[in-house]
């Protein structure tokens, strides 16, 4: 455990910014009777739950360790991985459900993901600075096979839904394309780079926005229109 910086001031607005979230969520989610429905609930008031939770331990410190490469102590937020492990399944599930993908479909979404996230923290904790890069590589390899399933498989399931589903689908497809690319490039910018490039407070705010919009902006998009979930979830 280290004790945060100036950065945590990111971390006390992404703590506010998650849990401001989780309430607006949690109201919209209010009588809802259908248990088709309410699975999109579920799965988006536990994604911004589980981030609220884990930026309060990086703003705390307790979600902040330190690994030695060569010569440079880098301070690595742990925490964030502990995040997105258990989040970034759950918003694919939940584009997964809009589309009205099959089960295959969504174990291979999931099991991309999750060795994303689990190769990005070796990469994290590795000591050779030459094999941190070569993790972040199997790692945004990873990403990269996962958008190329979302644009393939995953968009040709959801051509099946009736307009307006298929054009929430695609909307919020495309944020997440455009949003999910963005964090290899803040990673390897950033400290855990060890090249420097963004020094961690603007690396720190540069992840709080990119998690703001790629949780809260996303539910609020995908939550907006109860009818549009109406439609999404009959069977078509
Ligand atoms: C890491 C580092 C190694 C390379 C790659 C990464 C990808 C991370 C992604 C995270 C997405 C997080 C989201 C959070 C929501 O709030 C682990 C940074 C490819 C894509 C969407």
Redesign the pocket.
Known sequence: MATPGAESIWLWVGTLGMTVGTLYFVGRGRGVRDPEMQKFYIATIFITTI?AAMYLLMATGFGLTEVQVGNQTLDIYWAR?A??VF??PL?LFDLALLAGANRNTIATLVGLDVF??V??VI??FEQVAAYRILW?GI??G??LVLLYVLVGTLSEQAREKSGEVAQLFSTLRNLMIF??LL??V??ILGT?GTIGVLPLYWETAAFMV??LT??VGFGVLLLRSRSVLEMATKPD
């Open positions: 981030a991985y995040d997105w989040t970034t918003l994303m996230i190769t990005g990469a994290a972040w790692s945004t990873a990403l949003l999910w964090y290899p803040v990673w855990e990119l998690d790629a949780k």
